[in-house]
């Protein structure tokens, strides 16, 4: 297979949205013809097997698309503004503002509803199949996870949830970094790869009980509940309101949760919010107190002491190295 055919997959999208794309699977800037909306998809590739597309754009009215079986593909995609629905293998699928959606598609046509008058703000990531293969080999050169094995004989398969606190800090950073005219590939690629590690992370190889008691209706009510305390991770609910949440008692949660995550709630919850606080502090937008605020620790004192002890280092120090 040709790592390079997947680019197909994203011409396609773009032509259809009457974009003048110069190039078949190069770097540019595709603005939208005044007839159809306001802004600009801007395309990236900083490898020839890494496509990085980020829209920002309006249209004048609703608009729907359908796009043919193209490549086996990856995709990664963040919305941060804006609702898409999508049909893909039968099912109609929802993308909405702050969610995360990683997707395997392989001999599908898809067809997209975008809503007229509607701010849309996304980062899509694509890689082929052979690429994602490669990111899956451990260090012993086995592969324990494959393309086929998450597809499971279909043709498609999506995952989705709310987008993690350090996976936010990173997605606008690279729509910053978009901005600037100087940003090298190496450092698209370098914060891309990151998102990537975090997603195959979250939703390949955290969770995973296959020798489970666990039903697959629990599964999904413990992801919901790792969802909502990562919403509201300033002033997360108590074990029993989070249990009402979803539904399920919460010794349950309690024991589920640990089996899923290998952790307790809070000690999850714990380390996001620090994490958060570690990429906040990385930006060099925020001070210590505004760090520690945003992630919900009231006492600043108790905050440097737990992140001294999960980064080893005191979070003023860090603040002042950025």
Not at 74 to 83: D, I, R
Not at 178 to 201: G, I
């Amino acid at each position: 297979m040709n790592t390079t055919d997947f680019h197909y997959n994203f011409n396609t999208f773009f032509d259809e949205l009457a974009l003048q794309r110069q190039h078949a699977g190069r770097t540019e800037h595709l603005p939208f013809h005044s007839r159809i909306g306001e802004g600009m998809i801007r395309r990236f590739v900083p490898r020839f097997d890494m496509e990085v597309v980020i829209s920002d754009y309006r249209l004048h009215r609703d608009r729907a698309i359908s796009l043919p079986s193209g490549t086996a593909m990856v995709e990664l995609s963040y919305c941060l503004q804006g609702t898409r629905r999508t049909h893909l293998a039968g099912t109609w699928h929802e993308t909405a503002s702050d969610s995360c959606t990683l997707q395997f598609v392989n001999d599908v046509d898809a067809r997209f509803e975008m809503n007229g008058d509607e701010d849309y703000v996304m980062l899509g990531i694509g890689i082929p199949v052979p690429t994602f293969h490669h990111f899956m080999e451990e260090g012993n050169g086995r592969r324990s996870i494959s393309f086929e094995q998450i597809l499971g004989g279909g043709a498609f398969r999506m995952f989705q949830e709310t987008i993690e606190p350090s996976a936010s800090v990173i997605v606008k950073q690279i729509i910053q970094s978009a901005n600037t005219a100087n940003t090298r590939n190496l450092e698209l690629e370098c914060k891309v790869l990151e998102l990537l590690s975090l997603a195959f992370r979250s939703f390949l190889f955290e969770g995973r009980v296959e020798s489970s008691k666990l039903s697959r209706t629990d599964v999904e009510r413990i992801k919901q509940a790792r969802d909502i305390m990562l919403e509201n991770m300033s002033e997360p609910p108590s074990l029993i309101e989070l249990s009402r949440m979803i539904g399920m008692n919460d010794y349950k949660l309690k024991v589920g949760f640990k089996e899923m995550y290998g952790t307790t709630v809070f000690a999850y919850l714990r380390g996001k919010r620090l994490e958060k606080a570690c990429l906040l502090l990385q930006q060099g937008d925020v001070n210590v107190n505004e760090a520690s605020c945003a992630v919900g620790y009231s006492n600043p004192s108790y905050f440097a002491e737990a992140f001294r002890e999960k980064y080893g280092i005191n979070p003023g120090e860090l603040a002042r190295r950025y």
